[in-house]
């Protein structure tokens, strides 16, 4: 599998490796647009099924669990059987500048999550044009979430997120929205024993910048993936593999005919709502000269000579939105602080004794 960071190129060398290994075209042979650094950006098709599915990943070019997890897809033995009633076609990284460079935006500082409307930049254009082609019957929209999201009473984070977007202002059931939401049913019935955190639902305010209201908006059920977080996994190796099992259960999902009905909505809304209640660390009880004080710590990730590295910086004091950590530590009865927490002028904050450092992954 594919480290959480990598470079486009070996983004493209692995890809190439899975290509060769299913018979498949040079990446020469599938170039379907260039991003505004004018790296390459691939479009893939597989199966000749009557179901048609456009997947797309990493718009936001931090957010790459979801390329990994299609990688591991693609590496199936039986993807011919499993693609049996599916035309599937797959963009793996829509912002490859972003990819490159690990930030959200592209390379003119946009949010291509937002430009569904606008088409400003080249990807965007690029998805839209695909989308106009392929005329998809089901949309999934990939993407990776922040470690702050969790249940809303802060007791559990967020392994995975889903959303079947609203088409307009009134939050209407379409029989889009309605098909969506099936396939998310399908995915938290059979993978919400398999998840350390909870299967969350996002909020489902409309805004027709974003891709996946747009679409919803033009009659297209369309799926929101979101790799959550859970524990120590930075890597982000065990979610990856779930967003892998959850796109497998939604392919099977999709290729099947079921009664759309009410249960439906009531099993979608079933799904527990998130709040951004988590931090990464939380360190509770630190003495100060006026009473003890709980630190809200977030890693802040950057990229630095190929390896991504996740710096501790101190994001607030007593915050009342701040119900967990992904680790906790209670200084009180702490026997090992040896009081040798340091706060940089830059909030980065560093101690030996709790092993609160810099680390890389």
Known sequence: MLPRYYSYTQFEDYLQKILHALNGTVL????????????????????SGKVRVLAWSQMHGNESATTRAICELLKRSDLDYLLEDIELYIIPILNPDGAENWTRVNANNVDLNRDAVLLSQPESIVLRKVCDDFQPHYCFNLHGQRSMYGSLNGS?????????PSGDQKKSLSVARIKAMRVINSINTNLNH?????????????????????????????????????????????VSMLVYQALVIALKSV?????????????????PEMSTAYVDILIKNVPTPIGNRHLSIQYHEQVREGELYFIPILIGVNREDVLNGHRVIDLLGHHHFKNDLIVEGSFEIHSESLNIKIFAN
Do not use: W
């Not at 599938?30 to 950006?41: A, D, E, F, N, W």
């Not at 859970?230 to 065990?238: E, L, P």
């Not at 290729?255 to 799904?271: H, K, P, R, W």
């Open 28 to 47: 020469q042979d599938l170039i379907i647009g260039k991003s505004v650094l004018q790296r390459p950006i691939y479009g893939l098709k597989f199966g």
């Open 156 to 164: 559990t984070p967020a392994q995975l997120s889903f959303l079947a």
């Open 255 to 271: 290729g099947t005919n079921q009664i759309l009905d009410a249960d439906v909505v009531s099993a979608y809304e079933s799904i």
């Open 194 to 238: 398999r998840v350390d955190g909870i299967i969350g639902r996002y909020k489902d305010d409309f805004n027709r910048n974003c891709v996946g209201d747009f679409m919803m908006n033009s009659h297209v059920p369309t799926v929101l993936f979101e790799a959550g977080h859970s524990g120590a996994d930075y890597s982000r190796d065990k």
